[in-house]
Structure formats: C-alpha cells, structure tokens
C-alpha cells in the first residue's frame, strides 16, 4: 500500500530541507520584489509588512439589540458569510420570518429591495440588513431598511496599540 506523499517527504528528510529554506529566506526576506533583507523570523516587519504579526481577536458587539428584539424581521445579506447575521439576530430574540442571501459585495436593484419590503410588508415584518449591505441599497429605500448596527470589540486592545503604533507617528504633543 502507497503511503502518503507527505510521509515520503518526512522519511527522506526532504521536508527539513524545505522548511530550511523557507526559514533562510525569511531570515533574510527576499520574498517580494523589494528585498527588504529584514529578518521575519524576529519579528522585523518587512517593505511589505508581511512577517510575524501578532493574531488580534475580537467580536463583533451589536448596538441596537432592542430594536430587533422580540420583532418579526424578513432578513437579508450580501455578505461572506450571512449565516453569522442571522445567527445574531436571532441570538437578539428577533423572530426571523424570511431569509434572503445575495452574493458578497451585491449592489442591490430598486427592484429587489422593493420586492423585499413588500414581502416583509406581506409577513408582518420588518426588513433588515447589515450596515456594509444598507450602503448599497439605494437611497430612496434606505428609510424603510433596518440596520443591525455592531461595534469591534478587541479582547486585547492594547495589543492592538501596539501593532498600530508600529506604522503610526506618535500623537503630537501640545505644550
């Protein structure tokens, strides 16, 4: 029985040898076409700002809960990942009546959005979106379109001072 290539590469010690020379490019980064020579295996940021970035985690905090909570919502999203939008309204206590999916970065017809509030009309609902979808609903309809408005919530926010302060002139000082 063949065994998987990657174990040939490990039992040959073919994969040392190529993380050895992944490790002296980024020892010295000629990565990209500037060639910057930083070291990126110390946390040198490269021209490119690639290298060792720390992982920042955070939530997404929604804002105005108790307009949606215990409310009937025909919900849509043009958004990556819509299940998540709809998993926090209904962590909200809104009842969804309807869902509605568009591909990612959709720029929404007069007529798709009339469809949608004369739908949500229909169920006794009202329609909502997200705050990256409600900018690309057009303007007339805006008024008639509710927003699940959310904030960035950093676990680490002083993690997050620190890689900015990194790429940021220091704030003036005022005497």
Not at 9 to 36: D, I, N
Not at 56 to 69: D, I
Request: hydrophobic share 45%.
């Amino acid at each position: 029985m063949n065994q998987p290539s990657y174990l040939n590469l490990l039992e040959s010690g073919e994969l040392a040898m190529r993380v050895a020379a992944l490790e002296l490019l980024l020892e010295r980064c000629t990565v990209c076409p500037k060639e910057c020579l930083n070291n990126r295996l110390n946390n040198e940021i490269a021209a490119c700002y690639s290298g060792r970035l720390p992982i920042l985690h955070a939530t997404l905090e929604p804002q105005n809960a108790a307009e949606f909570a215990g409310g009937k919502v025909l919900a849509f999203a043009g958004i990556g990942r819509p299940a998540k939008f709809y998993a926090t309204l209904a962590g909200l206590g809104a009842e969804i009546v309807a869902r509605h999916d568009f591909p990612d970065h959709h720029r929404y017809s007069e007529a798709e959005i009339g469809g949608l509030v004369a739908a949500a009309q229909a169920l006794g609902a009202r329609p909502v979106t997200t705050a990256k979808d409600w900018v690309r609903v057009p303007e007339r309809w805006r008024g008639e379109i509710g927003v699940l408005a959310v904030a960035i919530a950093w676990r680490e926010p002083e993690r997050l001072s620190d890689l900015l302060s990194r790429f940021l002139p220091a704030p003036a000082t005022h005497a």
